[in-house]
T-cell receptor, first 108, second 117 residues
Framework: DAKTTQPNSMESNEEEPVHLPCNHSTISGTDYIHWYRQLPSQGPEYVIHGLTSNVNNRMASLAIAEDRKSSTLILHRATLRDAAVYYCILRRGNDMRFGAGTRLTVKP | GAVVSQHPSRVICKSGTSVKIECRSLDFQATTMFWYRQFPKQSLMLMATSNEGSKATYEQGVEKDKFLINHASLTLSTLTVTSAHPEDSSFYIC?????????????FGEGSWLTVV
């Protein structure tokens, strides 16, 4: 199964944009890129997903490199409620496995 | 987004007893559901994939006789931890696949804390 690499932790200031990187150099053509986030003692929350093109929704934007070997989740204006562990996952069919994720801290 | 609900959210059971956790997709039908386990400060670990009306597929190292999974309807999957022991204490999370649309999004339940005493 294709793996992803994310920084262990990142910090951001409130009201500023945050760019969370993810490397997935072994991605295959049928793998979807999914992002979830998890607050303590809660199940993961869906954030966004894409295949080849950049995607935008009310929560975030997903920028996918042209070769698809990396992607970036963009939170346009971080709030304190965005502090969480963010997981970048490659999904192939029903196969979706979590890596360690990036712990985002948002400073007021 | 679609809603997946788990029950109970917290349960305490005695060592040697069995406990059942339910996972329901509230506003969509899910032919495929997934069960994960998460220990404190660790990531989620996939335990098994269940398809409605058929046997679950377990990940390597997960005892299928200990963690019984039933997916009898398109909106309900259950995980039964049999003969529970303290080391089974964990956060159990289910997810369900919403088919159709772009990319078949998977939604997660709120999780269930199991404490075995």
């Amino acid at each position: 199964d294709a793996k992803t690499t994310q920084p262990n932790s990142m910090e951001s200031n409130e009201e500023e944009p945050v760019h969370l990187p993810c490397n997935h150099s072994t991605i295959s053509g049928t793998d979807y890129i999914h992002w979830y986030r998890q607050l303590p003692s809660q199940g993961p929350e869906y954030v966004i997903h894409g295949l080849t093109s950049n995607v935008n929704n009310r929560m975030a934007s997903l920028a996918i490199a042209e070769d698809r070997k990396s992607s970036t989740l963009i939170l346009h204006r971080a709030t304190l409620r965005d502090a969480a562990v963010y997981y970048c996952i490659l999904r192939r069919g029903n196969d979706m496995r979590f890596g360690a994720g990036t712990r985002l801290t948002v400073k007021p | 987004g679609a809603v997946v609900s788990q029950h109970p959210s917290r349960v305490i059971c005695k060592s040697g007893t069995s406990v059942k956790i339910e996972c329901r997709s509230l506003d969509f039908q899910a032919t495929t559901m997934f069960w994960y386990r998460q220990f404190p400060k660790q990531s989620l670990m996939l335990m098994a994939t269940s398809n409605e009306g058929s046997k679950a597929t377990y990940e390597q190292g997960v005892e299928k006789d200990k963690f019984l999974i039933n997916h009898a309807s398109l909106t309900l999957s259950t995980l039964t931890v049999t003969s529970a022991h303290p080391e089974d204490s964990s956060f159990y999370i289910c997810s369900a696949r919403l088919t159709g649309g772009s990319g078949n999004t998977i939604y997660f339940g709120e999780g269930s804390w199991l404490t075995v005493v």
